[in-house]
């Protein structure tokens, strides 16, 4: 391994740097506001370190990881968002008896796996980036240890991810089988020399995606997830539901481009099953719900489903559009989950969740920032102008017409329409009269660090949505750069 | 640059409104009022600017006065570009009218979160006026879904006994067969790239796009449902008589007098022009659509008790009319549908500037409970009487003009058609009589002491009969200034067909 190697792993090993400091100043003295400041410290270094490895992009360092624009950017995303949930935990956890510092400490292992993943060009460091966010997760969601939810969302969690793992390492044993190769490019190889179909790396892929589809919570695996995220801390929800999702599709959409599996037209088929089901069960199941997190959940299994439209018209449109628009959506949709469990978890403590709908009754007339921030959220994840959703939602559009999809799209104008229901559903309880509130009026005090970051978060959705102009250009000279 | 002002400071007012109720509850009407008159000054300057005469109603040199482009996201070819013709001009007059009448209309009736309730009323007022002006089809979208959220806001918070529900259904409504068009508008934009080779959502140059007929057909289909939820036609109309009922006076008269003329002014400027095969093929369809609208909804007005329900379906039964001559496209049939445009938008708005009065003096919509009006408040009883005229269709007033040149118009295009909707002016008189029998005249129903119009009230109604009376005696002003637009619009049809 050269120096410019190293130069180009220097977010990696930044990050893993940054780990054992976190793990060593916790063992000599515990101290939550100062394990914070090392940790925010610690993720903005290893930001400073994706600069530096720009320059070396694109270059294959070893056989298992390759650190390219596509995976720099992303990276940069998840740390962004990493930071943004640290913010949250902060103001979540601070009144917290107990010892809340290793909490900061998987917070980093799982973005390191998130890192990892995403750079993958290789079943093995796939899984192994796969697990060790998996595994931090798993304690993340359980971390208020002693209380019923959590402790069940995560036992559901860690259940079911093994089972996912289970089909994934299934897959790819299949694949391997045929054609012993375990890195992308070489399995793309071997696809395209293929003049007939193979039914074993078909069934390996199938197998793949079964076990993706437990992390995306794709219908018919989406069974943990509004559970999970009603028994997380809400900051945590949040990490799970952008950094943890968001990996897995970023690394999906490498995987597919490298291996050119869309070569399989039955593919395609399956897929839109998945994506229409995905869309509609999503946005049915959310309508019935009175608890917020639940609705977000299934309204988060929606918007994978659109993810999914643009991911399937890879298989008939130049795939650099198809990029473009999933990562397009996928920050949209970053920066609206984070802001929406960003609010409920302001609005939580640990020992309760802002979690009934009743909760949020007349929010606008106590307190209309934050309403007003929750609100704007809601609306980006309707799709409505000037918010970054909206620009998120014509680029599914695009892509989708392109490749000449009518059926999903059809699919995406029926749950966009569900959608609106319950999202408007909160919004009209925000603006409820404040009277019959059943929730005495809290008082929020000491959450600034929250504050600041739901302002940022606002503002980054209302300039990509009105002026979409430097994220449009950002992405596009991304998005060419996938091979 | 007028044009960009025009859409901003409707928002920028807005905002300040929103802003200045924490000095004193009262003083955000104030700002809208400002915010209207300099809105009004700016289209005046406009409006010379391209005529050069100060004369309102000089005849105009050409077809687009004015026009502002501005790049917005390359990537795709999308420009923040406005323009203005003469049917623009007509519709944004129109809405700065009816944006006083809306303000006036709430003067005392909304008395919370007045802020919050002032900046919904212009921001609905500057998503109208974006679509009045955009013409590049992403943002026409753009506009189009924002003038759906203020209103969503305004029935939902501000609204009567059944209002969340009236929302939902109308936001839902609209916002669905919004991505319909959305939808159109990209495969639309697809297949010119496809011919082009570069990105353009400009209306001008998508003109141009050669489609195939199957293709085109339902293209058209998704402007067309877009546009006609909102106008509204029958099947799609059942959120109107509910959104209608729950929104406050001032939500009503910007829902009937100017939202529900951005789909006509849509099926106008965008769907026939963009589709004229296809528009052509579909006109049958569309006519009898029409025709429905204007006889169901003329014989639902007449089953309502509550007043404003009853004024919501006769909203239906005049844009039935509306959808009728748009699709017969000639040029008799488009000016009466400018003049219904604009009639409806006066009389309309001005009866549910009455029921709203009347609502708040007896407590009531109900007009089984009224009665014997006329001898308790005399005043309010007599406008109510000129705008049920008005509505019914009655020469000298402006609805009539604008009915009768469509059914002339309409005429020639399909004599069956226009001979059974011509029915409705049996059907009219019948719900706006009964309305005016039943509320006006009779023994007095309500005891306690009633309050005849104030001069705000007096002052609104006034201006809007004389309007109206001003449309019936004397329409060639507003005819002078559409038909350049208009026979521009026919013009590009007749280019395609050749």
Request: net charge neutral; charged share 10%; aromatic share 12%.
């Amino acid at each position: 391994m050269n120096i410019s190697q190293i130069q180009a792993l220097a977010p990696i090993i930044t990050l893993s740097g940054v780990i054992i400091i976190v793990l060593l100043s916790i063992a000599i003295k515990r101290n939550f506001v100062f394990s914070c400041t090392i940790t925010a410290g610690g993720i903005l270094m290893t930001l400073v370190a994706l600069v530096c490895a720009w320059q070396n992009a694109p270059m294959q360092t070893t056989l298992l990881i390759r650190i390219d624009h596509y995976a720099l950017s992303f990276m940069a995303l998840l740390l962004l968002a990493g930071l943004a949930v640290l913010g949250f935990c902060y103001d979540y956890f601070k009144t917290r008896k107990g010892q809340n510092e290793e909490l900061l400490v998987l917070l980093l292992t799982a973005l390191l796996g998130a890192s990892v993943l995403i750079a993958s060009t290789h079943f093995a460091s796939f899984l192994m980036g796969l697990e060790i966010l998996s595994i931090s997760l798993f304690v993340l969601i359980a971390y208020p240890s002693n209380q019923r939810h959590p402790l069940e969302a995560a036992i559901k969690y860690l259940i079911l991810s093994g089972v996912s793992s289970a089909f994934l390492l299934l897959g790819m044993a299949f694949i391997y089988a045929q054609c012993g190769e375990l890195g992308f490019t070489g399995i793309g190889h071997f696809i395209a020399s293929q003049s007939a179909m193979n039914i074993m790396i078909l069934s390996g892929i199938i197998f793949i995606m079964a076990g993706v589809g437990f992390k995306l919570s794709l219908v018919p695996f989406h069974l943990w997830t509004a559970d999970v995220y009603q028994g997380a801390p809400a900051p945590i929800t949040a990490f799970i539901a952008t950094v943890s999702k968001g990996a897995v599709f970023v690394l999906l959409l490498r995987f597919f481009i490298s291996a050119d599996s869309f070569i399989y037209s039955q593919l395609v088929n399956i897929f839109s099953i998945v994506a229409v089901l995905t869309i509609l069960i999503g946005n049915l199941l959310a309508l019935l719900q009175t608890h917020v997190k639940r609705l977000l959940a299934y309204s988060a299994i929606g918007h994978i489903g659109y993810l999914l439209v643009a991911f399937i018209a890879m298989g008939s449109i130049a795939p650099a559009l198809a990029v473009e628009s999933a990562s397009f959506y996928l920050v949209a949709y970053f920066i609206t989950t984070i802001g929406a469990f960003g609010v409920i978890s302001v609005l939580s403590t640990p020992q309760s969740e802002a979690d009934e709908l009743s909760v949020y009754r007349g929010l606008f007339w106590r307190q209309p920032v934050l309403a007003a921030v929750f609100t704007l959220m809601l609306l980006s994840l309707a799709g409505i102008p000037l918010t970054v959703g909206f620009i998120g939602k014509f680029y599914i559009f695009t892509s989708g017409a392109a490749g000449r999809l009518w059926g999903l799209l059809a699919a995406v104008i029926v749950g966009s329409g569900l959608g609106l229901y319950y999202y408007l559903r909160v919004i009209v309880m925000m603006t409820r009269n404040a009277e019959k509130s059943a929730v005495e009026s809290k008082i929020y005090n000491g959450t600034w660090i929250s504050t600041a970051t739901l302002s940022v978060l606002s503002i980054l959705l209302l300039w990509f949505g009105i002026y979409p102009d430097f994220l449009v250009n950002t992405i596009q000279s991304v998005s060419y750069t996938l091979p | 640059m007028i044009l960009f002002a025009l859409v901003a400071v409707l928002l920028i007012g807005g905002i300040v409104a929103w802003f200045s109720e924490k000095i004193h509850p009262d003083i955000p009407r104030w700002v809208s009022v400002m915010t209207l008159i300099i809105e009004a000054v700016l289209l005046m300057a406009q409006y010379t600017a391209a005529t050069g005469v100060i004369e309102w109603g000089a005849p105009l040199s050409q077809t687009w006065l004015a026009d502002f482009d501005q790049s917005w996201i390359p990537r795709f070819g999308i420009h923040f570009h406005l323009a203005l013709d003469g049917l623009s001009l007509l519709l944004l007059a129109l809405t700065i009218l009816l944006g006083f009448m809306a303000v006036s209309s709430s003067w005392t009736e909304i008395n919370k979160h007045q802020g919050f309730f002032y900046f919904n009323l212009l921001f609905c007022l500057t998503g109208v006026s974006g679509v009045f002006l955009a013409v590049d089809l992403f943002l026409l979208f753009f506009f189009w879904e924002l003038m759906i959220l203020p209103m969503y806001f305004l029935i939902s918070i501000w609204g009567h006994e059944n209002r969340i529900y009236a929302a939902m259904k109308f936001f839902i409504f609209t916002q669905v067969s919004g991505l319909l068009m959305l939808l159109s508008i990209v495969a639309l934009v697809l297949i010119n790239h496809s011919q082009t080779g570069i990105y353009s959502f400009n209306y001008f140059e998508l003109l141009d796009t050669e489609i195939s007929p199957t293709i085109a057909f339902w293209l058209m289909l998704g402007f067309f449902i877009a546009f006609t939820v909102k106008l509204p036609a029958v099947p799609f109309h059942t959120w109107l008589p509910d959104a209608h009922t729950q929104a406050p006076t001032g939500g009503s008269v910007l829902l009937a007098g100017i939202m529900l003329k951005t789909g006509a002014y849509g099926l106008l400027r965008f769907v026939i022009p963009l589709f004229p095969e296809a528009s052509h093929q579909f006109a049958p369809i569309a006519m009898i659509l029409g025709a429905i609208s204007v006889l169901y909804a003329a014989m639902m007005a007449f089953a309502q008790s509550d007043i404003k329900r009853l004024i919501a379906y006769t909203s239906v039964s005049h844009m039935g009319f509306v959808l009728l001559g748009i699709f017969s496209w000639n040029l008799l049939a488009l000016q009466g549908v400018v003049v219904t445009i604009l009639a409806h938008g006066i009389s309309a708005a001005a009866l549910f500037m009455i029921a709203g009065a009347l609502q708040q003096r007896l407590h009531t919509r109900d007009i089984d409970h009224m009665g014997g009006l006329w001898t308790a408040i005399p005043r309010l009883s007599a406008l109510t009487l000129i705008f049920a005229f008005a509505s019914l269709g009655l020469p000298t007033l402006g609805n009539f003009v604008g009915e009768f040149l469509v059914l002339v118009g309409a005429f020639k295009v399909n004599v069956v058609l226009t001979a059974i909707t011509a029915l409705a002016l049996i059907l009219s008189p019948i719900y706006a009589l009964m309305m005016v029998q039943k509320s006006l005249h009779g023994p007095l129903q309500p005891q306690a002491s009633l309050v005849d119009a104030n001069h705000r009230e007096l002052v609104s109604l006034a201006v809007l009969a004389l309007l109206t009376v001003w449309l019936g005696l004397y329409p060639g002003t507003i005819l002078k200034i559409s038909a350049p637009a208009l026979k521009q619009e026919m013009q590009q049809t007749v280019e395609m067909e050749h």
